[in-house]
């Protein structure tokens, strides 16, 4: 398999500051990565497809200045929580395919952010 | 929109039983994925299963892609085993994985 790294695995911040999570892969070039939002004892929802040089897409009713996703290269993307509020407070994880379709889908993991 | 369901939502079974998990969706899919989330958050890949049968020691996996199913089968169950299974698609023309409602399993020795 292949291995995608995140990081911080936990982070705990006050409320208004910024928070950056990385998601690398390791031993592949990830043409996509995608986030994904996980409540407790909740199914994974996701937030936004990025895609190495261009925009993120996000999905309807995620907020694209709130959660702010770069995807520099084709190893590291970034999402940041801006002006981060408790109820922003969640299991946020990542993922990366090699190709665009029908490629298996590899994951990071994860990382529990507290805000207070 | 695309519902992918499974059953049970939860289980518990003692050390050694068999179980089968399930897996229906509703539309048309070109990728499904089974992951095992452990207690720490961490999804592992168990199978990348679009369709046919595949086997790695005690898990097997089978989906029938025509009739929009999946079928995870755990043999011997080990107290390592619990934590929460989810299958995951892709749409046909998408590139993103969806997920299920998820089987919270409990192997008890």
């Known amino acids: 398999g292949a291995v995608v790294s995140q990081h911080p695995s936990r982070v705990i911040c006050k409320s208004g500051t910024s928070v950056k999570i990385e998601c690398r892969s390791l031993?592949?070039?990830?043409?996509?990565m995608f986030w994904y939002r996980q409540f407790p004892k909740k199914s994974l929802m996701l937030m936004a497809t990025?895609?190495?040089?261009?925009?993120?897409?996000?999905e309807q009713g995620v907020e694209k200045d709130k959660f702010l996703i770069n995807h520099a290269s084709l190893t590291l993307s970034t999402l940041t929580v801006t002006s981060a509020h408790p109820e922003d407070s969640s299991f946020y994880i990542c993922?990366?395919?090699?190709?665009?379709?029908?490629?298996?889908?590899?994951f990071g993991q994860g990382t529990r952010l507290t805000v207070v | 929109g695309i519902q992918v369901e499974q059953s049970p939502p939860d289980l518990i079974l003692q050390e050694g039983a068999n179980s089968t998990l399930r897996c229906n969706f509703s539309?048309?899919?070109?990728?499904l994925q089974w992951f095992h989330q452990n207690p720490w958050g961490q999804l592992i890949n168990l199978f990348y299963?679009?369709?046919g049968t595949k086997q790695n020691g005690r898990l097997s996996a089978t989906t029938v892609a025509t009739e929009r199913y999946s079928l995870l089968y755990i043999s011997s169950s080990q107290t390592t085993d619990s934590g929460v299974y989810f299958c995951a698609v892709v749409l046909t023309g998408a590139n993103n994985l969806f997920f299920g409602t998820g089987t919270r399993l409990t192997v008890i020795p």
């Open positions: 539309d048309s899919v070109n990728n």
């Open positions: 299963i679009p369709s």
């Open positions: 990025s895609n190495e040089g261009s925009k993120a897409t996000y």
């Open positions: 993922s990366a395919t090699r190709g665009t379709f029908n490629t298996e889908a590899f």
């Open positions: 031993d592949f070039q990830a043409t996509t």
